[in-house]
């Protein structure tokens, strides 16, 4: 699988964070903002990691499209209870 950019910048966030306990805990304290996905980002850039919103967005949309592209017949609509690509980063977070 050829990574593009954003799942590069994103990898070596996660990798970054495993080993600085400041970056991790300031990441997963998003989790329960108002505006979860907007403060994640900004956390990202305040440490220096280009991990931009509109790239996250993408990134979750992307991630699901896939996965209605890989349902037999193709799907025509979202499955209920697919996590979201901000949760599964908070997952690996933890």
């Known amino acids: 699988m ?3 950019m954003f799942e590069k ?3 070596r966030l996660i990798n970054d964070a495993e080993k600085n306990p400041e970056l ?3 990441l997963l304290k998003t989790r329960g903002s108002d505006d979860m996905m ?3 980002c900004d956390v990202c850039q ?9 790239e996250l967005f993408a990134y979750g949309q992307d ?4 996965k209605l592209r890989a349902t037999n017949g ?3 609509f979202a499955i209920e209870g697919w996590d979201d690509a ?3 980063i908070f997952d690996e977070l933890q």
């Open 63 to 66: 991630m699901n499209d896939s």
């Open 2 to 4: 050829v990574m593009n």
């Open 38 to 40: 907007k403060d994640f």
């Open 46 to 54: 305040s440490f220096g990691y280009e991990i931009y919103l509109g």
């Open 24 to 26: 991790k805990n300031a």
């Open 9 to 11: 910048e994103l990898k």
């Open 74 to 76: 193709g799907g025509s």
């Open 86 to 88: 901000l949760e599964n």
